[in-house]
């Protein structure tokens, strides 16, 4: 059972595709995110989509409209006590509404949350992420295990023994900061005693930390 999360705008059919793509089952809960006050287009928008979940054998959707304010923490939270009431996992399609302030509040509201599933947004073509992954580029890691992450983004493919030889630490040290990163999906290994590969996040997230350490240099 997972639950799908949707921001409604004029149109339904990208909400459509995701139910289909992900298969939906008459388990599924659906929550259908409207900024208020709803319009005459986006009633449309609601009506054909609960025909087609009607056609289709699913649960009717769920309505809840969010007040946009000047205060994008406000969004926040409205939306958090709408997640509380919600299972994981979550997939999330960010595709659609007329309010970008809608959208940037669903991102945020599921990372500040730690809520769990993948968001899609829809472009020229489909593109996703997990919230796990989100919430590590945010939030980075801690300063022992971005030496581990540091070594293998310098040397990809690094075996274990060596890790331990560059960062002075013991081996089961290693092992356990190696599975910290693989948990946080910022590296990998090809198979059981193989060597150790940084994902493109695991990149992003050291390039970030360097930029960040240069700075605090340059400061000082």
Do not use: C, W
């Given at each position: 059972?997972?639950?799908?999360l ?20 008459k388990?599924d ?35 809840r ?32 509404g ?17 809520r ?6 829809e ?8 919230v ?25 493919g ?63």
């Open positions: 059972m997972k639950t799908y949707f921001t409604l705008g004029l149109h339904e059919d990208f909400a459509i595709r995701r139910l289909v793509s992900t298969n939906a089952s388990d809960d659906i929550v259908l995110l409207i900024k208020s006050p709803i319009s005459a287009g986006i009633k449309r928008a609601l009506n054909a989509l609960n025909a087609v979940t009607l056609k289709m054998g699913l649960k009717d959707p769920i309505v409209e969010v007040e946009i304010s000047e205060s994008i923490f406000q969004v926040v939270r409205k939306i958090g006590e709408i997640l509380n009431g919600l299972k994981d996992p979550l997939v999330v399609d960010v595709s659609g007329e309010s970008r302030a809608l959208m940037l509040g669903v991102i945020l509201s599921l990372v500040i949350y730690k769990i599933g993948r968001i899609y947004v472009e020229d073509e489909d593109f996703y992420f997990s796990e992954e989100f919430r590590t580029a945010v939030e980075g890691i801690g300063s022992e295990t971005e030496v581990v992450l540091n070594n293998v983004v310098e040397a990809p690094i075996k274990l023994e060596e890790l331990a030889e560059k960062t002075g630490k013991k081996l089961k040290t290693v092992m356990n900061e190696v599975g910290l990163l693989k948990k946080k999906r910022l590296v990998y290994q090809k198979g059981r005693g193989e060597g150790v590969y940084p994902t493109t996040l695991g990149i992003v997230v050291n390039d970030s930390s360097r930029n960040y350490r240069g700075k605090k240099l340059r400061k000082r």
